[in-house]
């Protein structure tokens, strides 16, 4: 790679590409970018047009020597690249308007990546990263994938173990809000710090010790989840709901926000429909700041990443995409929580499972740091949602129905029985442009 490198963003029009390029510039030094890429479909044209052309400006305004393509040719793109990342969403924000919609129009979570609609996302998706993994392997086998395309978790095991690709690594921007948010409660420097991630993808737990390995997680759990505690707001799209202090301090580690769906459902449940009837579902709410954006990104004067996008709800994704990037390239070692293969790391989810994980990034990926077995509290809600996982991974793959209706069944988001059945037929029907494995067998 010495001659360069080759970057190819699938979903390129997406609005979080202005931070990706803001970090492939900053660390052009080290990761000398000759060519990037921009990936989309018809249906995302203009969009990439949009960004395409401000990533442009960008790269001009900072004075690299880089080269930026825009193309709806997903094949062309991706011949002799060295790296391939991916941002896409299948069926764009109005798939995800009905991943949140048809569930809460049944009274349950209608959430983008847990429950119902996260499953739903996981059927469109998978199969369009199994093609594009099988592009790869003809146009660019050395090449890494770099995914954070959610559900991440479950699209990073689905190209381990159908897609037979190894050379995968699944990214999420939730750890990294946890770590500043440590950082700012104990008034030290992320450096100064040690954080020991595991779980699986939007739930996972942690650990923080100090340089001379003293524990600080119950500081911490003190300083976010005491009943006199402020904590700021880590993710943008989950309702800041509090935790119950004394089931927090009994796991001893600090929960990922995205377990407010599972330890204060009803709270978050009512929390959404009331959402709902005022301003509507968060894909909505997304789609109205997505529409402000474009409008920034086409002004010919803004050569920068606008404050803006910080709104949007995935800040930190683009920049961690380009940090493990830079890390595979020189080999750096550098600690970052990400989805890879559990190896054994964690012993309560099968070894060639995805697990999400503090991992140190070398040349050969990812390597996991071991974690060992969970305590009953934890354990018990893991291995459930890994059965999920793998169960949604199965249906998206094979389209069979009775697998979906499994998973669903198994989701701690979703009742059971009829009510199930329900929303997986409304669900099916609704995205059955996007899930031609299942088309024939909705009505089966």
């Known amino acids: 790679m010495s001659k360069g ?11 979080y590409t202005p931070e990706l390029v803001e970090g492939f510039i900053k660390r052009f030094d080290e990761l000398p970018i000759r ?36 193309t709806l040719d997903r094949r062309e793109a991706l011949k002799d690249a060295d790296f391939v990342t991916t941002q896409f969403r299948v069926g764009l924000l109005e798939a995800r308007i009905k991943d949140e919609s048809i569930p809460l129009s049944h009274g349950i979570i209608g959430q983008e990546t847990n429950g119902a609609g996260g499953m739903l996302k996981a059927f469109r998706t998978i199969p369009v990263i199994l093609g594009i993994v099988e592009d790869m392997k003809e146009l660019c086998p050395d090449a890494w994938l770099i995914n954070f395309t959610n559900p991440a ?15 995968v690594i699944g990214l999420c921007n939730v750890p990294i809000g946890a770590i500043k948010s440590a ?14 991630f595991a779980g699986i993808n939007h ?21 976010l989840y005491a009943p006199d505690a402020n904590p700021e707001k880590i993710v943008e799209n989950i309702q800041n709901m509090r935790f119950l202090y004394e089931q927090v301090r009994n796991l001893k580690m600090l929960p990922c926000p995205y377990h407010r769906y599972y330890y204060m459902t009803d709270n978050m449940l009512e929390e959404e429909l009331e959402a709902f009837k005022t301003e509507g579902s968060r894909g909505q709410v997304v789609k109205r700041l997505e529409e402000s954006l474009f409008e920034l990104y086409k002004d010919p004067n803004l050569d920068h990443k606008p404050e803006e996008l910080s709104k949007r709800g995935g800040a930190h994704y683009s920049d961690a995409a380009c940090e493990i990037i830079n890390s595979i390239y020189n080999n750096k070692g550098t600690m970052m929580v990400v989805s890879t293969r559990n190896n054994g790391a964690i012993d309560d989810v099968p070894y060639d499972s995805a697990i999400e994980i503090t991992s140190v990034i070398r040349a050969h990926g990812a390597e996991p740091v ?35 209706l499994q998973a669903f069944t198994l989701n701690p988001l979703v009742p059971s029985g009829d009510i199930a059945q329900t929303v997986l037929d409304e669900l ?17």
């Open 153 to 167: 978790g479950m699209v990073t095991e689905a190209v381990l173990r159908y897609g037979k690709w190894d050379k």
């Open 183 to 196: 950082s700012d409660v104990l008034k030290k420097p992320e450096e100064d710090l040690f954080f020991k």
């Open 35 to 70: 060519e990037l890429w921009l990936v989309d479909i018809e249906a995302g044209r203009e969009k990439l047009e949009i960004v395409g052309t401000m990533a442009k400006r960008m790269v001009k305004a900072a004075g690299i020597d880089c080269e930026v393509h825009l």
């Open 370 to 404: 071991n974690f060992g077995k969970f305590p009953p509290a934890q354990r018990g809600l893991l291995q459930v949602m890994k059965a999920m996982e793998e169960l949604t991974i199965e249906a998206a793959v094979t389209g069979d129905y009775d697998t979906a």
């Open 203 to 223: 739930l996972h737990w942690h650990r923080i010790f100090d340089k001379d390995g003293t524990e600080l997680t119950e500081q911490v759990i003190e300083g």
């Open 428 to 444: 099916l029907e609704a995205h059955k442009e996007h899930l031609p494995q299942f088309f024939t067998k909705v009505n089966a």
């Open 5 to 15: 490198v080759k970057i190819v963003t699938i979903g390129g029009g997406s609005s």
